[in-house]
């Protein structure tokens, strides 16, 4: 199992270090890694860890969790997680069978379970109907349930008559005692199935495959959580049905780095835009616009293009597209180009 690095590690800024600090670690490793424009082995890689780093460390919650416990803070297991099925079985594993009959009648919530779905920075920022399919426990449809053959019932246990449980009693050299114990011939329900039905073989429940829809929201994020509340697994005993738990996953965009609700792009423009000043074509999500660049601009200066980022998921704040510069560097002139380069350059001072 590969261990995880320290997250303050992976963005390169100490353990006190401020959330602007973080987030402008993660936008100069982020550019730095991003696989469309770093092409190196492992460069991917190196783009999640920073991303699930800074998802982490960005959220206030989420990072004091991450300072007390660390990696094993970011998931705290349930009973389920330890393989018990419930309390029931708790009892059962620590204090013997006693429990057994109450635990064996008792509506237990059914498993819940987890989806991935990956998406594109469009349909997290704007929203999309997605489609999941799935297998879950289901009631079989046979027999309704009850796990008997079509027209037949369950019986009353003849062990226990209906009790789901039996006295034995033990002789030990402190004499002897008695203890209940749940009943193995109907496993503690008090009923057993003479005929058992031949679509679940008597276990009450199948494993059906569904088609689930569901609207992703506006402004998910890669670390978000989407319930499908009682659309996992069956409940046994009548117990509700488990959830389905959907985990989003934001793939990396060729143009735009995600920041928040804010949005980060980079244009290229040559010596003469930079120094004379143009207005540029620039993308932002769901189209382009008219952007002025001042001139005298120098590589790193950024344009903020207001309102012009995602919209939160209530619709309250919209984040914010910034551009940033890069002025750059011909790599062929043709002999013009470079007879006029040379007159600038004499008449340019030096510095």
Do not use: W
């Not at 297998?135 to 079989?140: D, F, V």
């Amino acid at each position: 199992m590969q261990v995880s690095r320290d997250y303050y590690e992976v963005l390169g800024v100490t353990r006190d270090a401020s959330g602007e600090e973080v987030r402008k670690a993660f936008r100069k490793l982020a550019f730095q890694y991003h696989p469309d424009r770093n092409r190196d082995p492992g460069a991917e890689e190196s783009f999640k860890e920073i991303n699930e780093a800074y998802q982490c460390l960005c959220d206030p919650a989420k990072r004091q969790t991450y300072d007390l416990y660390g990696h094993s803070g970011q998931r705290t297991p349930g009973f389920e997680d330890f393989g018990f099925g419930g309390l029931g079985e708790i009892f059962d594993t620590f204090f013997g069978s006693a429990f057994g009959d109450s635990a064996a009648r008792a509506p237990r919530q059914g498993e819940s379970f987890q989806v991935r779905a990956r998406i594109s920075l469009e349909e997290a920022a704007f929203g999309c109907l997605r489609e999941f399919t799935v297998k879950r426990r289901e009631s079989c449809a046979e027999c309704r349930g009850t796990g008997c053959a079509p027209g037949t019932a369950p019986l009353r246990c003849p062990d226990c008559r209906g009790s789901g449980k039996l006295r034995r009693v033990e002789q030990s050299i402190f004499g002897r005692f008695s203890h209940v114990v749940r009943c193995p011939k109907c496993g503690g329900t008090g009923f057993v199935v003479a005929q058992p039905c031949s679509a679940c073989n008597g276990a009450t429940v199948v494993t059906g495959t569904r088609t689930l829809k569901t609207q992703v929201p506006a402004g998910v994020d890669s670390g978000s959580v989407i319930t499908l509340k009682g659309q996992g697994s069956i409940g046994p005993n009548g117990g509700r049905p488990g959830d389905v738990l959907i985990a989003v996953e934001v793939t990396p965009h060729e143009l735009f780095l995600r920041d928040g609700l804010d949005i980060h792009c980079e244009i290229p423009v040559n010596f003469a835009q930079a120094a004379l000043g143009t207005d540029l074509e620039a993308p932002f999500l769901g189209g382009t616009t008219s952007v002025h660049v001042p001139a005298n601009t120098q590589t790193g200066k950024v344009l903020r293009l207001k309102g012009k980022g995602i919209h939160e998921q209530s619709g309250r704040h919209h984040g914010d597209h910034f551009v940033h510069i890069k002025v750059v560097t011909p790599r062929k002139l043709n002999r013009d180009q470079r007879r006029l380069f040379e007159e600038l350059a004499r008449t340019l001072p030096a510095e």
